[in-house]
């Protein structure tokens, strides 16, 4: 049979796939996610399309949390994985040395930025990727004698202890928690390169000051661009200036690529926006094509541990590296990062443009095939006056760090350049305007998130045959994550499918609202 033709799966009646899922809700657990939000019992799947139990279909814009880099069921990757089983080759092996390997790490090493690859060491670790983050973790305070760590509000990094205690809502005091820039909820209240700036400069000061409580750290964790957080990109300065920050102190800078690897933000991996090269990076979802895979690369000069430091039964997957090896090259060969830059660029301009017909649309954002719309109250109670669409944005400035290629998710508003701020003055400059005084911020605040409004939409999606995730700081973000080898009729599909959704839930959302009490106003 060939690769392109599946055997047909055993499809369960309708009264079948209820019975499933009612048996799913009395035997698992409380804490199961995506099963509560997506009732459906996928029986099929090829490309971005998953059929359901009963039938319908649905465009997978999940596409396993960002795991299926070329969607299901992709050829190259049934054609790898049938190789090995008919190979007879062993399945597992612990973290032996096999062919397969041998090509998964070659073809690995191939794709990374030159100066790491150069000088790269890999450790294969358990299947998922918080146990890459744990592996990182363990290997810098291994290699420095520290144990104090950096990381970023809004943050995550896995579910298990030491990668939670990095994350954003976890309270820990060996990790101080540093500001990430974002434009429409900057916490400078700014936002655009100077809220970034101000970001970078606080992260100089808390290490710098000698009375900040945070000593020398043994690493800097953080995400190019923070999926669970809210799809926020880093700006290309500002990860320049935390590679500039961490190594003139001698902090190990590791960026966790779990969700943005592998061509997902345009670039093969989303460090190479901004030309900056980590200590430690850290990978799994895509690079197992479908299947568990977690590893870690860094570079040599950090590889002190000793023998069984960190391992793991299940770090030898021939078939995920087998698997992985073949996503991998044909990412490469098939310039699929490029696509998603082009093709993603095209979808935010159209989400941008559906912004533009409803006030629940705080923020369209994202990079490459990584997108976000973040839902707000339009109604809801402000922090303080103004409020609206442009919220943190309404006072972008330049600053000295940024270059041309900067970008930003929202376009710039021009404004004068403000003086040097190395050298301040006592008194406001003469040429300053009065809406750049340290002591007036801006009088505009984003609306309040709206989760309601984001599962309802959610719901919507999934009623039309569109499956959506949700994150962010409230889970007010719909976010999109379809497979890199999306063609652009189904794009099309994606973000009309969507229209019609938000149309749908923010008229019974408006239904259900009347009559209940307004919040009152700040």
């Not at 999926?227 to 990860?239: Q, S």
Request: aromatic share 4%.
């Amino acid at each position: 049979m060939s690769v392109t033709e599946p055997a047909p799966a055993v499809v369960p009646a309708a009264h079948e796939a209820a019975g499933i899922l009612r048996r799913q809700s009395a035997r698992e657990s409380a804490a199961r996610t995506y099963a509560r939000a997506l009732p459906i019992v996928p029986v099929r799947a090829r490309g971005m399309t998953i059929e359901g139990a009963d039938g319908q279909r649905y465009l997978d814009c999940l596409s396993g949390a960002g795991t299926l880099a070329l969607g299901h069921n992709h050829p190259v990757v049934l054609e790898a994985i049938r190789t090995v089983l008919d190979s007879g080759a062993p399945l597992h092996v612990l973290d032996l040395a096999t062919p397969v390997k041998d090509a998964f790490t070659t073809e690995l090493f191939r794709t990374l930025p030159p100066a790491l690859a150069d000088r790269g060491r890999i450790q294969f670790c358990g299947p998922a990727g918080t146990d890459a983050v744990e592996a990182a973790l363990k290997l810098a305070r291994t290699a420095t004698g520290r144990e104090g760590l950096l990381a970023f509000t809004g943050a995550y990094h896995g579910m298990t202890a030491g990668a939670l205690e990095a994350s954003g809502g976890a309270r820990d005091v060996r990790v101080a928690r540093l500001p990430y820039p974002q434009d429409y909820r900057c916490p400078f209240g700014i936002g655009g390169a100077r809220g970034a700036e101000l970001a970078a400069r606080w992260t100089e000061n808390v290490l710098d000051d000698t009375k900040s409580g945070v000593p020398a750290p043994a690493a800097m964790i953080l995400e190019p661009v923070q999926g669970e957080g809210g799809v926020l990109p880093a700006p290309d300065a500002w990860l320049r200036r935390m590679r500039e920050i961490t190594a003139a102190r001698g902090i190990p800078l590791i960026a966790d690529e779990v969700q943005t690897g592998v061509g997902r933000t345009g670039a093969f991996w989303a460090v190479e926006h901004s030309g900056i090269v980590p200590d430690v990076l850290v990978l799994s979802k895509a690079i197992g094509g479908s299947l568990p895979l977690a590893v870690v690369v860094y570079r040599d000069d950090l590889d002190v541990w000793p023998p069984g430091a960190h391992a793991g039964t299940f770090r030898g997957n021939q078939l995920a590296m087998a698997a992985g090896a073949a996503t991998l090259a044909y990412v490469r060969e098939n310039r699929l990062a490029e696509r998603a830059a082009d093709l993603g660029s095209r979808m935010l301009a159209g989400l941008r443009s559906l912004a533009a017909d409803h006030d629940c649309v705080g923020e369209v954002r994202g990079l490459g095939l990584m997108l976000g719309v973040e839902l707000v109250d339009a109604e809801g109670s402000q922090l303080a006056g103004g409020g609206g669409k442009s919220g943190g944005v309404a006072q972008q400035l330049p600053y000295d760090h940024q270059v041309p290629h900067q970008r930003s998710p929202l376009p710039q508003q021009p404004h004068p350049q403000p003086h040097d701020q190395s050298h301040p003055h006592p008194h406001p400059h003469p040429h300053d305007r009065p809406d750049h005084s340290p002591h007036d911020l801006p009088d505009t605040r984003p609306h309040p998130a709206d989760p309601d409004l984001a599962a309802a939409v959610q719901r919507e999606c999934l009623r039309r045959g569109l499956i959506v995730e949700l994150g962010g700081r409230h889970s007010s973000v719909v976010r999109l994550l379809p497979p890199l080898t999306i063609t652009d009729e189904q794009a099309t599909a994606v973000l009309d499918r969507l229209a019609d959704a938000l149309t749908a839930a923010e008229r019974s959302h408006r239904r259900a609202a009347t009559g209940r009490p307004r919040p009152d106003h700040a």
